[in-house]
């Protein structure tokens, strides 16, 4: 089963390409959103093939928690280009 | 019950998988994207993006309490944090009277988005603030509150040369220097005004 998390580091390579080459902060910032979801989400594989709990867990906190931080970053940049 | 080494994993697996090297040999890439960035928002973007990537990486390794806090702490709260302050020390203030801010007059709103182009090449923001009176403008600056003043020069004065209309005077010799350098509207006269006899903070 390896081979789904290999593709999953491939597919993660995409956005983080992204985030370095593109100068726009908003096209940053999706590249984030990308990973986040991505990187949870890998972990969550990564929790079923191991049958461990603890991690399944925390990769669902994360999964949220990421979404949460990603939105109060997005308002702080936005109300930064509005002044 | 957590476990926040890797002998965990070395435990349940013998040996350590392949995709256990690749996904940390990610944790490298984007630390050295993030030390080749110049805006400091950018920056601050990978920097999350590397908390996302190292909260990965902890949670591959059987770590799942440091991914935990990684995400909360690395990712969330200090990058919020960062921005924060980052806005409100990466700024010029600019005092104008609010006679001039009501005024649509073509030759202020060009000074204007000229002086915000040489401010945000150097990554600082430009905030304008207005106040009724000169005086009250005088007093601003004087007491740290802009660090420079862009007021309308008075049409005797201007006579001679005619292409100056507004006045611009800077307390902070640093900013003082980048606008006379890069500045390149001729519509405004530079002044520095040395404020550093009182006691010098800015």
């Known amino acids: 089963m390896d081979f789904i998390l290999i593709a999953m580091i491939l597919a993660l390579l995409i956005p983080i390409y992204e985030a370095w080459q593109d100068n726009d902060i908003w096209q940053k910032m999706l590249a984030f959103a990308s990973i986040a979801t991505k990187t949870s989400i890998m972990m969550l594989v990564v929790s079923v093939l191991r049958d461990d709990w603890p991690i399944g867990v925390v990769a669902v906190i994360i999964l949220s928690v990421g979404n949460a931080g990603l939105m109060l970053l997005a308002h702080l940049i936005r109300r930064m280009n509005e002044i | 019950m957590f476990w926040p080494t890797v002998l965990v994993v070395e435990k349940q697996h013998k040996m350590i998988d392949i995709y256990t090297y690749v996904i940390i040999a990610l944790l490298p890439l984007a630390a050295l994207i993030l ?83 040489v401010v945000n090449e150097h990554h600082l923001r430009l905030e304008l603030v207005s106040y009724p009176n000169s005086e009250a403008l005088d007093n601003a600056l004087k007491n740290k509150e802009i660090h420079a003043t862009c007021t309308k020069i008075s049409p005797q004065d201007s006579e001679s040369e005619h292409q100056f209309i507004y006045q611009t005077a800077i307390r902070v010799h640093h900013l003082f220097e980048i606008m006379q350098n890069e500045l390149t509207l001729p519509t405004t006269t530079l002044n520095y005004i040395n404020l550093s006899h009182q006691e010098d903070k800015h």
């Open chain 2, 35 to 117: 030390v080749f960035q110049v805006n400091p928002y950018h920056a601050l973007v990978i920097r999350a993006i590397l908390g996302a990537v190292a909260s990965l990486v902890y949670a591959v390794l059987g770590a799942a309490d440091v991914a935990l806090t990684e995400a909360l702490v690395g990712t969330m709260l200090a990058i919020t944090l960062y921005v924060v302050a980052v806005r409100s020390s990466l700024v010029m203030r600019l005092g104008i009277l609010e006679e001039v801010a009501t005024e649509k007059e073509q030759y202020f709103t060009e000074l204007i988005a000229n002086l915000r182009q």
